[in-house]
């Protein structure tokens, strides 16, 4: 399948499967991007994967490289600073299953930019250029980039960028609406995002704060974006994939899932992650995903410090099973001060 083919394929799909999962270091994990999937995401991105090849075969590393079963295509994101290290490190996820390579030039984290990785790589457009001449000339597969708007608020350098990824034979960019310096903070800038669709012909996808089917709408509708990449609205809510679907293809807001289906997706999470990840780190992974489903449910913090006790997989599951069935029985579905809320409103 030729690189023109794969990228094709996937923008030529019909709107509901161009909602696509981003990629999150210490999140979209394998477990988590097939559950994505399942719930109607058109596509999801690995966590980020160093191209430090001293590093490559590390227990963190070879998790995050593991595709096995993974609905085609597989895009494998690497992250590093020097231009031949992240050549190889394409040609190895190539060898690894890959079917598309990322490049990560928007992760803001500070132990990411300190090695000039990630965003930081913005501050330095010469070697942007050369990374992405380097890694597209390397393989034979579609080479997508992720990134920023820069990396300081009033040094916006995305419109070069932009042109020059295009320019190194890029396939695809998406562009989360924020700088680096905004880290996650203040809102991202949807307008830059479509001045950047309007000046490149490959496909943007736009990322950053679109977390409800009219935030999605929206987005796409504003930027003329060919996608939308989800990121932390998905944590814990794994069905937002399925609720923008159907309010883009009908207008309607589809139900929310009741707290037995929130249990059984939960559960069934857990159980992948368990198998997944095995006894110890399963259990310890486990934690914060059951901290995101379980948030604004009634009592869940009093539940979440009971939970964060527990040291066994089987023990967790057990606490976790315990708790909603608690609020089945109970008919409590919401947090403390929401109920506080309606009682106010309904006395």
């Known amino acids: 399948m030729s690189q023109n083919t794969v990228i094709?394929?996937?923008?030529?799909?019909?709107?509901?499967q161009k909602i696509w999962v981003a990629p999150m270091a210490g999140v979209t994990d394998r477990p988590f991007r097939t559950l994505c999937k399942y719930f109607g995401a058109g596509h999801a991105v690995s966590e980020m994967m160093t191209a430090d090849k001293t590093l490559r075969m590390s227990k963190k590393s070879l998790y995050r490289a593991n595709f096995d079963g993974e609905l085609a295509p597989i895009s494998a994101q690497i992250a590093g600073s020097d231009p031949e290290q992240l050549a190889e490190a394409a040609r190895y996820q190539i060898a690894n299953g890959a079917q598309i390579?990322?490049?990560?030039?928007?992760c803001p984290a500070k132990k990411v930019c300190n090695k000039l990785a990630g965003s930081a790589l913005l501050q330095?457009?010469?070697l942007v250029a050369r990374i992405l001449d380097t890694v597209v000339a390397a393989v034979d597969v579609p080479v997508t980039l992720k990134t920023r708007l820069g990396y300081l608020n009033g040094q916006e350098n995305i419109l070069r960028v932009a042109k020059r990824a295009e320019e190194a034979g890029i396939a695809a960019l998406a562009l989360h609406g924020r700088t680096r310096e905004d880290m996650y903070l203040n809102h991202a800038r949807y307008d830059l995002i479509r001045e950047v669709k309007k000046i490149i012909h490959?496909?943007?996808?736009a990322n950053g704060d679109i977390d409800s089917p009219e935030k999605a709408k929206f987005v796409l509708e504003h930027t003329g974006a060919d996608a939308i990449m989800i990121g932390r609205a998905a944590q814990g809510r794994p069905w937002i994939f399925r609720e923008?679907?159907?309010?883009?293809?009908t207008g309607e807001y589809l139900k929310a899932p009741d707290i037995e289906e929130v249990k059984h997706v939960l559960l069934g999470h857990l159980n992948e992650l368990y198998e997944f990840y095995g006894e110890?780190?399963?259990c310890r992974i486990a934690r914060k995903h059951i901290?995101?489903?379980?948030?604004?449910?009634y009592a869940s913090n009093e539940f979440r410090q009971k939970m964060y006790q527990v040291e066994s997989t089987l023990e967790q599951a057990k606490v976790v099973e315990a708790y909603f069935n608690q609020l089945l029985a109970q008919g409590?579905?919401?947090?403390?001060?929401?109920?506080?809320?309606?009682?106010?409103?309904?006395?």
Request: hydrophobic share 40%; charged share 25%; no cysteine.
């Open 8 to 16: 094709r394929e996937l923008f030529d799909r019909p709107i509901e």
């Open 101 to 106: 390579i990322d490049i990560n030039m928007g």
């Open 124 to 126: 330095d457009e010469e």
């Open 202 to 205: 490959i496909p943007v996808i």
């Open 244 to 249: 923008i679907a159907h309010y883009l293809n």
């Open 280 to 282: 110890y780190s399963g």
């Open 291 to 297: 901290a995101w489903y379980t948030k604004g449910l």
């Open 332 to 347: 409590r579905l919401m947090s403390d001060v929401q109920q506080e809320t309606v009682n106010l409103l309904d006395p």
